[in-house]
């Protein structure tokens, strides 16, 4: 929220002043889209891929332990008729351990998940942003913007900060 508000009070402040800095120079606006640099600078792609790397064994875990499940549902029903009162509570503790079990895993899992995601993708805006500066400064940007709702291609300079940031 407090980005958004930062946000709009730069636009606010930037466009205020586009008439007279419109009127003493041209203007030069470039625009960044953010999510295209996650999903093709370099950077971002080997992120991406160690962070697979990462937890996929844990995700692998839970695949299984969520196969396991299901087949314990499934042969509790099949075999639902033929057991005793005590062999049944019996199995439907053993599910629910293993579905309590399961539950914490996942969660435990999606939050160091999303941790690690965070941290790589500041870091990856951190590098991003330093590019957008470069660039910037070296092509005289008056004003560069990121995530708009639309732009016209010709201001976008993404390609631009991922090949800056391939170089890195």
Known sequence: MKNQSLLAASFAL????LPVAAQSADLKIGYVDTQR???TAPSAVKAAKDIEAEFGKRDQELQRMAKRLQTMQETAARD???LSETQRRSREREFEELSREFQRKQ???REDLNLRQNDVNAAIIEQANKAIKQIANSEKFD???QDV?????KLDITDKVVKALGGQ
């Open 37 to 39: 640099i996650f999903r």
């Open 14 to 17: 930037a466009f205020t002043a």
């Open 143 to 145: 004003l560069i913007l």
């Open 80 to 82: 639902a008729p033929t």
């Open 107 to 109: 969660r435990e899992f």
């Open 149 to 153: 709702v639309w732009v016209s291609p």
